[in-house]
């Protein structure tokens, strides 16, 4: 038993030493002053990032303009990758800006759900590992492919809750558990999540953490719902450290059977 | 004399031998801000001074945006 102290706990990816186990996206967020105020509430143990051309127009400001990106340990994405070699591409220009060697491996197999291409996915975090790259990809709930990209190497695997965007929540829990069983690597749940008690409740069951981004962007108050997932994800992972107490039919009073005066 | 290069995708005319940090400075992009990818090989930053932009190149300017 303990005292009931929070304990260091740190998650760590890789040997890196990540201080909060709330990944924070950045996109969708309707201004990089909105943005700067949740990252502020929230201090994420990582913030994602996607890799685009320029505008060279000049007009139309970037999310993250306001951003100090050197204050933050950082997690490219590949999105807008459909093939293994699109995101290959995608991960050397990320890297090429000197800031981070982390990866988040994402290669859509269907532009309807934004789910991902399993053998795409697989192949992309093959050649990323091999060129020395920290790789966490993002996979479906499939507790089989989990295992697969771990095997590949993967320093940690993102299964999603629910389709990219769509906060739907926790839509297959059980598979969710099972991966977090069968892989040795951390586990992150990324994409669909809506609430932070759905958050929560990965940490519970295991998960190494979350990654939030439409969330917090789309909330009603952004810089509240960021620092809501921020303490839900402190929740979860105390109960999951503390252990439930059991579960099921047999029923227990909660208080003495004897004495009761008569 | 000019040359005409691709630069994200859309077509430019450049001073024949200019260098990419020329070429930055004249679309007023910082050069700590950018990754360039020149005709499909990424270019390290300490060589955007050297590379010289040659005609039909494929220049690609990118950096980091929001994302999920």
């Known amino acids: ?262 | 004399m000019t040359v005409e290069v691709q630069v994200n995708g859309k077509a430019r005319r450049v001073r024949e031998g200019a260098t990419l940090l020329e070429l930055l400075a004249e679309l007023n992009v910082p050069p700590d801000r950018v990754v360039i990818e020149q005709n499909l090989k990424i270019v390290r930053r300490d060589q955007f001074a050297d590379a010289c932009v040659q005609a039909g190149d494929q220049v690609e300017l990118v950096y980091f945006v929001g994302g999920g």
């Open chain 1, 1 to 262: 038993m303990s005292s009931g102290e929070p304990v260091d706990d740190a998650l760590v990816i890789a040997g890196h030493r990540i201080a909060s186990r709330l990944i924070h996206g950045t996109g969708r967020f309707a201004s990089d002053q909105v943005l700067n105020a949740c990252l502020q509430a929230a201090r994420p143990g990582m913030i994602t990032l996607a890799v685009r051309r320029l505008n060279l127009d000049g007009n139309g400001r970037s999310e993250l303009e306001g951003v100090e990106l050197k204050r933050h340990t950082l997690l490219p994405n590949t999105a807008g990758a459909t093939s293994a070699d699109q995101a290959v591409r995608l991960a050397r220009l990320a890297r090429a800006a000197g800031l981070s060697d982390f990866i988040k491996v994402e290669v859509i197999g269907d532009p309807d759900t934004l789910l991902p291409d399993p053998e795409g996915t697989l192949r992309a975090t093959r050649a990323l590992v091999e060129e020395g790259f920290i790789v966490m990809p993002y996979t479906s709930d499939d507790v089989v492919q989990a295992m697969r990209l771990c095997e590949a190497g993967a320093a940690a695997v993102m299964p999603g809750a629910a389709p990219i965007g769509t906060t739907l929540g926790l839509q297959n829990l059980l598979n969710l558990e099972l991966i977090v069983r069968k892989v040795p690597v951390p586990v992150i749940v990324d994409a669909g999540l809506g609430v932070p008690s759905e958050a929560a409740h990965c940490l519970e069951l295991g998960a190494a953490g979350v990654l939030v981004n439409t969330a917090i962007a789309r909330a009603q108050d952004p810089p509240l719902m960021a620092r809501a997932f921020a303490e839900a994800v402190v929740a979860g992972r105390r109960a999951f450290l503390a252990g439930r107490a059991h579960v099921g039919l047999k029923v227990l009073s909660s208080s003495p059977v004897e004495g009761i005066p008569v």
